[in-house]
């Protein structure tokens, strides 16, 4: 599919397809090149070559494809024997000699070793029929893809060989026909090859390996190769023309295949001297917390009832949202990457790029809330990402259908043209021009070119203009002509009605016509708009991203996808890079479902009053989630395994398919017996994997027999089930089974067009998993926690990648009521969720979700249900200030110990936490500031919006949050003050408690000296409230903005009626009081 191809507009099933703006030229789609080669079946690396330059082989039996390293491992620290037909290896030239070898002719007989011409053509054949086996048994997503639909393949041809089946498969090599040699493929030593490793959660012969214990031994390898590395290294750098004997090549290339062996990532652990003493505080902070909550049950106050059960219920509630908070930091890790040895192995220079394919997708709704200066710089961030132009593809998702956001979109292309190789020539930071162009540093450091600041200038000239331009889009967008929006060349836009339009597609960027001004390619651009008609469910931005993966899957399929919001930028051109060293590790990426990286905001005043930031969730609890099984989902700045957006289930290998703790202590391990292990491997992942893997074949495998399949009835059964699962697109179905990524080659551009249409249509989804198992998971406004969920039951894990440059950068509400109309929206998210099937209270038991990260889970849930205590608790002081009671009896100083025992463990552990994850004393306090001031608020309304949306079907729409920029000076949005009725329930507990102060002291000054010590307790949990409320209290005084008089109104006519009513009632005066003063009379 190319640029110049025009907009297409359609409906699937209206059986409509419109080319707007068509021109005549059309080309195919550039087919993306694959390589085979032949790979070790230890370690996965290539064999490699002999110093003759043929393939090496390390048997001379059976052939079994191991290289050269592991090899020499298994001559000098195993048992010397082929791991496949047991045969004792033989000693090759320029092998070290080890014990056994004297018995052996000094010859290496090397010119002979292809030769089997005579009585060794049955061993190969052998060999040949168990490693076909052994790719049939693992059911490995890479295997031959022909596609059945009605016969017939869709779209040209798709390769009906993988890397993979091509090993064992081919009938000839540059060393002659399959009668004399092996079925060995030619390896071209100038390309790498897709790493394979060996899953040893499998049963180990369906990979020749008998009853080795391999897994032990490969492990063993790594550790001994990271062990030497170093001192081979040392050994050899002085070398520098001779051979290191046994390795046929000097000490740098040594160090060079060390390097590309080693893993490009490493967990870096918490030091001992910070983690063990946090751990020891938090213990004794819980046995505090039992001795406390024991007291203070057993010691009512029985003269202030109500308040005293009030405050044991608030209390005890808030000693479990802190367990359910602390324990999922326990283990917490940070992480670091290895971008050289990610190159070194897959991105080597002047060779093809062996780098993965990646779909960026950005996602918007409104222009006028979103403005598209804003977008057009998110996107500018990505064509200029530093990745191979060819490997990234990014993808638009317009769901508004504004003409606002096409017309913007086709200038930020034009202007990508110039912007992206002058962001590649001089390696600037970050890409997105409106960014760096504003930033306050020495724009001149590490330059040397003459020609960058005379460029520089131009540049800045250029995006002026082209801001200008956009400017004007929007000024000309804000009122729609009554006939609606008109096309350049006279054609009706055809989204003009934004619930009821066509599917549309156009492609800005991309092969043909996509090419900078320096003529290199550029990364393809696409906008996409899915239709939309009245009487379908939508499903808001879920329903927009599951849009996104089948069109994209369509029409280049990238093996990853990326999902960034239209306001977040990429502020570190290696963003993706740094993902690849996770994704394509050739053990953690068969198990990893996506990556997470931190939130980083633009734009936010000095002292982040609101919190904004939300260091203490990116830097404390991810941070402990990653030490678990991975951060949850946080909706942007995530790099997906598509695998795991269809709903396979990972590659776990034994270690992770041991139960957990719990489990254990129940039921024991899973060592007693293989059942466990046998029945979660066949039920579990064969349900996802073997489903869609079963029905991989062509027509020629139908007449000799398909495995699980004797007839066409069987056959059509289970592509009906991929229907039902997937949807009826046969282009799609096929996108599904390639897990390297990749579209078949010679695939007619009008197909695409067309099928690509037919995926985004409003009803293609109906009667499949879309949204249920499938893609985004439905159900919920907060659409990214519910997805992460999903993937972890299944037993994916998430990595946490924090680089020291910081990935993506965004932009934040910064005024008080947009803040809280957002946390509104996330806490409605996690109460849809609480009251959905998949509560973590209750779903995902059978699957392989940890104990610690189910807590997790649950505490992003519940979290708006401590509102109710909260609030409750906040009003207290008051209420005990105003009536003069306590909700703690006179203690014993035994019992005193225990308060500030618990005092004590509170801060401690605030401080140990500060201190191992670098957050400041700073961003810890304005966290807990507006815990209290969105559990006030935002999170109370959420729980009975949700309650309403849930049990009596009342919807709520939440309101997209503005991401305007600051043109009216430094953070003047910060003071722009809006009505909103989430600020009365903080309001109105302020004005308690200064009304509660105030009465208090008045009675202390009336009642003497002895009144004063029981009033400081009262004091200190008013002031307490009050300082949580502080920034909410300047954010209604405002700067330039008064306070709405209604908010004024409101609060004291509320705070008026409690306090009225709590004096007349006076619950807290006993009866025998009331009837003593009454019988008192004025003569007592």
């Avoid at 049963?203 to 391999?214: E, I, P, R, T």
Wanted: aromatic residues 10%.
């Amino acid at each position: 599919m190319e640029a110049s191809a025009g907009m297409v507009a359609g409906s699937h099933k209206r059986n409509e397809l419109v080319r707007i703006r068509h021109d005549s030229s059309d080309s195919g789609s550039k087919p993306l090149k694959s390589l085979n080669g032949q790979t070790c079946q230890i370690c996965g690396d290539t064999v490699g070559l002999t110093a003759t330059g043929d393939v090496f082989v390390a048997c001379n039996e059976c052939a079994f494809p191991v290289c050269r390293p592991c090899y020499e491992y298994e001559r000098k620290d195993g048992n010397q024997s082929c791991p496949q037909c047991k045969t004792r290896y033989k000693r090759h030239r320029g092998s070290p000699r080890v014990e056994g070898d004297e018995d052996e002719d000094d010859s290496d007989d090397i010119e002979n070793e292809f030769n089997y011409g005579q009585g060794k053509a049955k061993p190969r054949r052998q060999w040949e029929d168990d490693t076909d086996l052994s790719a049939s048994s693992r059911r490995d997503p890479q295997q031959p893809i022909p596609l059945l639909t009605n016969g017939q393949t869709v779209s040209g041809e798709i390769p009906c060989a993988t890397p993979d089946t091509q090993s064992v498969r081919t009938t000839s090599g540059p060393l002659g026909p399959s009668e004399k040699v092996h079925s060995l493929p030619y390896v071209d030593p100038r390309q790498p090859v897709p790493v394979r490793i060996v899953d040893p959660s499998k049963d180990l012969n369906s990979y020749g390996l008998g009853n080795v214990d391999w897994k032990e031994r490969v492990e063993g390898w790594k550790l001994k190769q990271e062990k030497n590395m170093v001192q081979m290294t040392g050994r050899y750098a002085e070398g520098k023309g001779g051979d290191v004997e046994g390795t046929g090549s000097n000490g740098e290339e040594l160090q060079m295949v060390d390097d590309a062996r080693q893993p490009m990532s490493r967990v870096v652990p918490i030091p001992s001297s910070q983690l063990t003493p946090y751990r020891v505080v938090i213990i004794l902070r819980l046995i505090i917390l039992g001795f406390f909550l024991q007291y203070r049950v057993t010691h009512p106050v029985k003269d202030a009832y109500p308040l005293w059960l009030t405050s044991v219920i608030c209390e005890i509630w808030f000693a479990l949202s802190w367990l359910l908070d602390q324990f999922p930091k326990w283990s917490p890790i940070n992480r670091e990457t290895y971008l050289e040895r990610l190159a070194l192995r897959y991105d080597r220079e002047g060779e093809p790029s062996q780098l993965a394919p990646v779909d960026v997708f950005v996602s918007t709704v409104d222009p006028l809330k979103e403005p598209p200066l804003v977008t057009a710089n998110t996107v500018l961030s990505i064509l200029s990402v530093d990745y191979p132009v060819d490997k990234v593809s990014c993808y638009v998702s317009d769901d508004g259908s504004a003409m606002l956001t096409f017309e913007a979109l086709s200038e930020t292309a034009e202007f990508a043209k110039k912007w992206v190789p002058f962001c590649k020539k001089h390696n600037i930071e970050p890409r997105a021009p409106e960014f760096y162009f504003a930033q306050k540093i020495d724009y001149l450091k590490d330059k040397v070119q003459p020609s960058f600041v005379k460029e520089r200038r131009a540049m800045k000239r250029e995006y002026e203009e082209f801001k200008i331009r956009i400017n004007a889009l929007v000024a000309k967008a804000q009122k729609m002509p009554e006939e609606g929006w008109t096309m350049q060349d006279g054609t009706p836009w055809p989204g003009n009605n934004p619930r009821d339009h066509p599917g549309m597609i156009q492609v800005f960027l991309g092969h043909s016509g996509g090419l900078d001004t320096d003529g290199n390619e550029l990364p393809r651009l696409v906008y996409v708009s899915r239709e939309k008609r009245p009487g379908f469910q939508h499903h808001k931005k879920a329903g927009a991203m599951n849009a996104l993966i089948r069109v994209s899957a369509v029409l280049t399929n990238g093996a990853y996808l990326l999902n960034v919001d239209c306001d977040h930028y990429f502020n570190n051109s290696k963003a993706l890079k740094e993902a690849m060293c996770f994704m394509m590790d050739p053990v953690l990426g068969k198990k990893t479902c996506y990556v997470q990286f931190p939130q980083r905001f633009d734009g936010i005043d000095l002292h982040d009053r609101y919190a904004n930031r939300n260091i203490v969730f990116f830097d404390i609890n991810m941070k402990g989630q990653d030490g678990v099984q991975g951060p949850v989902y946080v909706g942007t700045g995530c790099c997906f395994n598509r695998q795991a957006l269809y709903g396979y289930d990972p590659v776990l290998t034994e270690e992770d398919l041991e139960p957990n703790i719990i489990v254990k202590s129940c039921w024991g391990s899973r060592k007693k017996g293989r059942g466990g292990n046998k029945k979660y491997s066949d039920k579990k992942r064969a349900v996802s994997r073997t489903e869609s893997t079963v029905p991989i074949f062509n027509m020629e495998d139908i007449e000799e027999g398909v495995e699980g399949y004797d007839d066409e009835r069987s056959l059509l059964m289970s592509q009906k089930s991929l229907e039902k699962r997937f949807g009826q697109s046969p282009v799609f179905i096929a996108a599904t089974f390639m897990e390297m990524g990749g579209i078949p080659p010679s695939t007619n551009p009008a197909t695409l067009l067309k099928e690509a249409i037919h995926v985004i249509s409003c009803g293609y989804e109906d009667k499949t998993e879309w949204g249920k198992e499938i893609g985004w998971i439905y159900g919920s406004v907060t659409e990214d926690i519910l997805t992460g969920f999903k993937m972890h039951a299944r037993g994916w894990i998430s990595i946490y990648c924090m680089p020291p440059r910081p990935a993506f950068k965004g932009s934040a509400p910064i005024n008080l009521s947009d803040r809280l109309n957002q946390v509104l929206r996330w806490a409605l998210g996690s109460i849809e969720i609480f009251l959905s099937r998949h509560c973590p209270l209750w779903y995902g038991y059978n699957g392989r979700l940890k104990p610690l990260m189910r807590l997790a889970y649950i505490n992003t849930i519940v979290y708006p249900f401590t509102s109710i205590p909260l609030i409750a608790y906040c009003t207290l002081p008051a209420f005990c200030l105003l009536t003069n009671k306590f909700i703690i009896p006179e203690i014993s100083n035994f019992a005193s110990m225990w308060f500030i025992l618990l005092f004590v463990s509170i801060f401690t552990t605030s401080i140990l936490e500060l201190r191992w994850s670098g957050v400041s004393v700073e961003d810890w306090w304005r966290n807990e500031q507006f815990w209290v001031i969105g559990g006030t608020s935002a999170h109370l309304f959420a729980v009975f919006q949700g309650l309403l949306k849930v049990l009596a079907g009342i919807d709520t729409n939440f309101t997209v949050t503005s991401k305007a920029s600051d043109e009216d000076g430094d953070f003047a949005e910060l003071y722009v003050f809006k009505w909103t009725s989430l600020l009365i329930p903080p309001t109105t507990v302020l004005i308690v408690n200064l009304v509660g102060i105030v009465a208090g002291v008045s009675y202390a000054i009336n009642s003497g000296y002895q009144s004063w010590g029981p009033l400081f307790g009262k004091l200190f949990f008013a002031i307490w409230v009050i300082a949580h409320l502080y920034p909410f209290l300047k954010g209604l005084l405002g700067r330039q903005n008064r306070t709405p008089t209604i908010v004024i109104v409101w609060s004291i006519l509320l705070a008026s009626i409690f306090s009225l009513l709590w004096v007349r009632i006076d619950p807290f005066t006993s009866d025998s009081n009331k009837l003593t003063n009454g019988q008192c009379g004025i003569n007592c």
